[in-house]
């Protein structure tokens, strides 16, 4: 293939520009806007570590009981994986609580990600400059990468510890410094520490991928290293495995069956790599067309070819391992794809360089809407256009308001100090919890149902129960029939000081402000600014305050005493 960019210099002046071009769009506005759900959680375990030198939810006045408890153990103690919490941990302990420390070490890993990224492009594409210049834009300048690695989660390490897990695979089989045999063993506990799912599917695929594409090329030594690490890292996780629950959320409902739900959710995330911009179908149908017209090709044959497989087999995993329901039509969950973003960059930069062999203009022309538009992922089924780098640039220098920031100023401002404040969808509530833990307490967060001991619980003397409080506010985001249902129950006749009494609850401000909080990473909800095309009837945050009790009728006078004769 002969290279788009001849110049040694020009292509390394060029990439300079491209890496510092995304150093500084990832951390621009990197605190615009208030943690999300997830995000709010990792920060508030990593903050509850700092106080207590312990994994616990509860806050001293507050307990991070998300999904009725279900993350937690009998000690209230998170089961998350702990490569985000340490991460969180250690940018808190340095620099102190904030919205922007909480995501900064997140953003130097997603950067070490892509020089590790540059590691491996120059390893896989020799001679190659064009298609290692076109897979680094694509990566670096993504919206979808420069918007995961802002996240105070799991997405940056992944996506880093699979690149380096990669790098020291490719080493270690190739029977390279016995150092590697370390690395690689270290770099894929990391990545499975960081999330056990999403880890071990990646782990999974670098397997197969190996067994079908590399095998043949892997000598004696090279064997030897691979068992060596593959050896270290079940040292340190088969352990942790044994004595640790792992598998800890809900699967799907029971009424759907294994082998429908399994291949639906297959073709979700191979469907779904069009709409998060990971892989648009026209690229893909390209991609497809080289894979078979060029397959004696050594590109193809010795890097498009494996990392299609890779990128395959770890969908397959997810599928296979998931616990996403598909009663109903809906999105892959396309977070868990951040490790394997880096391989389909480098993928849709194989087919641009093979463009560029016809056309240096057509191959940059199309690198510049890919990462301009999606305009290569519309279809007769999804029409609409948008922009994405020029959005998300325009994004990270106007902050807006978020609907989590629009419900902290409004509780700053109008709620008194310790009310009751109860959260509807309770996912919304981590956000609120992070930021407002010193003013109010947040109760009605579980229900009977919870598998956490109910001693455990008792023994923190907080508002948790919602069938036993009945909250000062009722925070609302969106309405819903489950907004309504749970308006209804606070509600309810009960007795109260000999009185059968009932409480209502008034709108008391609708901070008209779309309910959900679109700063979230995946395109699809992402909306590169604050959502304007909405019913503040319906869709935005309402604050509901609770009235005096109205006694509804007496209560039954007790009998009276009998009298001895």
């Known amino acids: ?41 990792v920060a508030i375990h990593a903050r509850n570590y700092l106080q207590t030198g312990t994994w616990t939810a509860w806050t001293g006045r507050n307990l991070a009981a998300y999904g009725n408890g279900m993350l937690l153990d009998a000690q209230l103690e998170t089961r998350d994986p702990k490569v985000q919490h340490w991460l969180a941990i250690l940018s808190f302990k340095g620099l102190g609580v904030s919205t922007w ?56 390490p ?52 190996h067994l079908v594409c590399h095998r043949r090329e892997c000598a004696r030594p090279g064997w030897i290293n691979l068992g060596l690490a593959a050896a270290l ?3 340190a996780t088969v352990p942790f495995l044994l004595t640790h629950p792992v598998w800890i959320r809900a699967e799907a409902p029971v009424d759907e069956a294994w082998y429908l739900r399994k291949p639906t959710l297959f073709w979700w995330y191979v469907r779904d790599l069009n709409a998060a911009a990971c892989l648009p179908w026209t690229v893909t149908l390209m991609l497809i067309g080289i894979l078979w017209w060029q397959r004696k090709h050594p590109l193809v044959r010795q890097v498009a070819r494996p990392w299609t497989i890779l990128g395959l087999t770890f969908l397959a995993v997810l599928s296979s391992l998931s616990f996403q329901s598909t009663r109903l039509p809906d999105l892959a969950w396309t977070r868990y794809l951040i490790p394997v973003v880096p391989f389909l960059a480098g993928l849709t930069g194989i087919v641009l360089g093979f463009i560029a062999q016809r056309s240096r203009g057509a191959a940059l022309a199309l690198l510049a809407i890919l990462l301009g538009s999606n305009l290569l992922s519309l279809s007769p089924w999804n029409t609409t256009f948008r922009w994405l780098l020029p959005a998300y640039i325009q994004e990270v220098h106007r902050p807006f308001r978020t609907p989590y920031q629009a419900a902290v100023e409004f509780i700053r401002a109008h709620v008194s100090r310790d009310a009751l404040v109860a959260v509807e969808p309770e996912f919304c509530a981590y956000p609120l919890m992070f930021y407002l833990d010193d003013h109010v307490r947040f109760g009605c967060l579980l229900n009977t149902n919870t598998l956490l001991p109910r001693a455990a619980l008792e023994r923190l003397s907080a508002p948790l129960w919602v069938e036993e409080y009945y909250p000062d506010w009722l925070i609302a985001f969106g309405s819903s029939m489950r907004t309504a249902a749970l308006a209804l129950h606070f509600c309810r006749v009960h007795p109260e000081k000999g009185r059968e009494v009932a409480y209502s609850y008034r709108l008391e401000k609708n901070l008209e402000v779309f309910w959900f909080d679109t700063s979230r990473p995946e395109l699809a909800f992402h909306t590169f600014g604050p959502r304007k095309n909405f019913d503040p009837g319906l869709d935005s945050v309402y604050a509901f305050r609770r009235l005096p009790a109205q006694e509804v009728y007496p209560a039954a006078a007790p009998p009276a005493p009998h009298k001895s004769e």
């Open 1 to 41: 293939m002969t290279p788009a960019f001849n110049s040694g210099l020009r292509f390394k002046v060029t990439g300079a520009v491209v890496v510092l071009c995304a150093i500084y769009l990832s951390f621009a506005g990197l605190d615009h806007t208030l943690f999300w759900d997830d995000e709010a959680l």
């Open 101 to 156: 420390t909480g995501r900064f070490p997140f953003v130097l890993v997603g950067l070490a990600g892509l020089g590790v990224f540059v590691l491996i492009l120059r390893r896989e594409f020799p001679g190659q400059n064009a298609v290692k210049l076109y897979a680094l834009t694509l990566l670096a300048l993504s919206p979808v990468f420069l918007l995961n690695i802002r996240q105070c989660r799991y997405y940056a």
């Open 158 to 209: 992944c996506l880093t510890f699979g690149l380096l897990t990669y790098y020291f695979y490719r080493r270690c089989s190739a029977g390279r410094s016995r150092a590697d045999i370390f690395g690689l063993a270290l770099a894929a506990a990391l990545l499975f520490y960081s999330q056990y799912l999403v880890g071990g599917a990646f782990l999974v695929a670098i397997a197969v991928m």
């Open 233 to 235: 890292f079940l040292l």
